[in-house]
């Protein structure tokens, strides 16, 4: 696993090296198609994509103390054998605010989820000339939704 110092000094060499740096985000627990097409949409943005993923932690403080059902080795892994993926660094805090001023990426996305004016980080990156850009969803396509269709089906049995 990078740590944050060694994800920084990627981030420098490759816009040293003139590559265009990517930056999301998210708990990334059950990996699912609707994941997999917006993180090869996020790597058309850029030259290089930096996922952070919440620790196992935050995850808890996020969603509940019933997740992640995959710890945070396993989603890293999973993240990091994703062609599109460069870097993957985890983080503890409840947002990635602090990581994402640390890093400085040229290019910050998130989900169709969210507007503009409350993505986490959108201020920093702004002001260092970066840019902002929220990929639409894949309709119907869902952690969530996995998660009820399993219950739903464990129900009828």
């Known amino acids: 696993m990078l740590s944050r110092t060694e994800v920084k000094n990627l981030v420098i060499r490759w816009q040293e090296d003139g590559h265009k740096v990517v930056f999301t985000n998210g708990c990334f627990d059950i990996l699912h198609r609707g994941h997999v097409e917006y993180l090869e949409a996020a790597k058309e943005a850029g030259d290089k994509l930096i996922i952070g993923l919440n620790s196992d932690n935050s995850v808890r403080k996020l969603k509940g103390s019933t997740r992640p059902f995959q710890n945070e080795q396993d989603r890293r892994a999973i993240l990091t054998a994703l062609s599109c993926v460069d870097a993957v660094v985890v983080f503890d805090e409840d947002t990635p605010a602090k990581l994402i001023a640390e890093l400085l990426p040229d290019v910050l996305i998130k989900g ?46």
């Open 112 to 157: 169709g989820d969210y507007d503009k004016d409350e993505i986490v980080g959108r201020d920093t990156i702004l002001a260092n000339g970066g840019e902002i850009i929220i990929i639409p969803f894949v309709e119907g396509v869902s952690t969530s939704n996995i998660i009820s269709r399993i219950l739903s089906r464990k129900a009828l049995d």
